[in-house]
């Protein structure tokens, strides 16, 4: 990071039992260094989200990020998001402390919206022109949740991936219903009580289905799902 943010204004005070309000901030993370600062910059001639501590951080971990729960993190998610569940599980676990805004190389509809199941409040293009940058990001941190009009469309949706001849009729119903709750956000322990199993025997479904469907992580997963009609 180029910049550490103090969680309090003032240490002192809290040794006396007073904490002063936390500085609200904004993280800008993307491979691209130079499109991060440009975007941070945009955000700070903004009269209202001058107020805001930027901060740019070009390889964020996640894990850290949950712990200083910025208010907004603009990150493009596909630079985060391959290497597989773990990945989308953290994305998962941040949206619960902080609003996250996708900033998407061009993207279908279709995985827009499984952003959204991951927690996204925020998904819009690199090609956004700067004052819709700054309307997107001004109506997060109000609350609000904002898809790019890109993204509403009837655009064909991505294809599965390359090989994936595989359908649900080839699942078995226990398989089928593992795969579900794990598109929905379940953790394998709430899915073993749901379905009077064990954790080990809810992840031999979950690979079974995976394997048999061509998926490799909680994103494929979800994006499987809403082709499937899951989320419907």
Not at 17 to 23: H, N, S, W
Not at 183 to 188: E, I, K, N, V, Y
């Amino acid at each position: 990071m180029t910049a550490v943010i103090p969680m309090f204004e003032n240490a002192g005070a809290q040794e006396h039992g007073i904490v002063t309000p936390r500085l609200r901030t904004i993280v800008v993370c993307d491979d691209n260094p130079v499109l991060s600062e440009g975007i941070r910059l945009i955000l700070m001639r903004d009269a209202y989200l001058s107020n805001f501590v930027i901060i740019v951080d070009a390889a964020p971990d996640l894990a850290a990020m949950k712990k200083l729960a910025p208010d907004i993190l603009i990150i493009d998610p596909w630079q985060r998001l391959e290497p597989g569940a773990a990945v989308s599980d953290a994305f998962l676990g941040l949206s619960d402390v902080t609003s996250l805004i996708g900033y998407c190389p061009e993207i279908a509809p279709i995985e827009a919206r499984a952003l959204g199941l991951l927690g996204f409040r925020g998904i819009m293009p690199k090609t956004v022109q700067s004052e819709e940058l700054v309307r997107i990001v001004c109506a997060v941190t109000f609350g609000g949740v904002y898809l790019h009009e890109g993204y509403t469309d009837h655009r064909t949706p991505s294809p599965v991936q390359a090989g994936q001849e595989a359908s649900l009729s080839d699942l078995t119903e226990r398989e089928c219903e593992v795969l579900r709750h794990v598109a929905l956000g379940s953790s394998m322990k709430e899915i073993a009580a749901l379905l009077h199993i064990s954790t080990k025997t809810v992840d031999t479904y979950k690979n079974r289905a995976n394997r048999k469907l061509n998926l490799r992580s909680r994103s494929d997963i979800v994006r499987y799902a809403i082709q499937s009609g899951w989320m419907q």
